[in-house]
């Protein structure tokens, strides 16, 4: 069975603490996506990797950044925690072509206090 | 603008088909029709996606109309573990277009015993 596995399911830290999401997905796509969902905002792209050592901003990188050394790893880093980045965090994978269908890992809850 | 309607929420008996309608007036031609659901507390999951054509898989049926204005997902024999959110979303038939897909508000199904 094809897995995108999230290190944390739920996470607490404190407000300025730097902090690591990690993402590993066992299907070898090229293409790894962070995002968060917020009540009422839906699912919102972070950062997107189309390919290790590469990224893309998506619609709110404010804030955070990411990591693609291996194609098998995405890391989402929050250089300094803030309360407003208290969310839920989801990664995916997908293939690249023509249908590309995104295979999420189960989220990390993250609490920033 | 958002390119899917949905009705905010269904109900459905445990064992009926449960029918969620789409409506997505303005897709293009070269754009597929997909649907995820997210289950409480989790991932959204892939379940189904089809270009004109009638499709079917273990999970679900998707029913396009013929000028492809709108879509039906069928869950053929309903059951509590169903219960979640179901999005519908239209993406360009191309490489790089997992970037794009919007999560939307989506449709609340809740399956009752």
């Known amino acids: 069975d094809v897995k995108v596995t999230q290190s944390s399911r739920y996470l607490v830290k404190r407000t300025g603490e730097k902090v690591f999401l990690e993402c590993v997905q066992d299907?070898?796509?090229?293409?790894m996506f962070w995002y968060r969902q917020d009540p009422g905002l839906g699912l919102r792209l972070i950062y997107f990797?189309?390919?290790?050592?590469?990224?893309e901003k998506g619609d709110i990188p404010e804030g955070y950044s990411v990591s693609r050394e291996k194609k098998e790893r995405f890391s989402l880093i929050l250089e300094s925690a803030s309360t407003n980045q208290t969310s839920m965090y989801l990664c995916a994978s997908s293939s690249q072509g023509s249908n590309e269908k995104l295979f999420f890992g189960s989220g990390t809850q993250l609490s920033v206090l | 603008d958002a390119k899917t309607t949905q009705p905010t929420s269904m109900d459905c008996a445990e064992g009926r088909a449960a029918n969620l309608p789409c409506n997505h007036s303005?897709?293009?031609?070269?754009?597929?029709v997909y649907w995820y659901r997210q289950i409480h507390s989790q991932g959204p999951q892939y379940i189904i996606h089809?270009?004109?054509n009638n499709e079917t898989n273990e999970m679900a049926s998707l029913i396009i109309t013929e000028d492809r204005k709108s879509s039906t997902l069928i869950l053929p024999h309903a059951t509590l573990r169903d219960t979640a959110v179901y999005y519908c979303i239209v993406s360009p038939i191309s490489s790089g277009s997992a970037r794009q897909l919007t999560f939307g508000s989506g449709t609340q199904l809740t399956v009752l015993p």
């Open positions: 303005t897709i293009s031609g070269n754009e597929y």
């Open positions: 990797s189309y390919d290790v050592k590469m990224k």
């Open positions: 089809g270009l004109k």
């Open positions: 299907m070898d796509h090229e293409n």
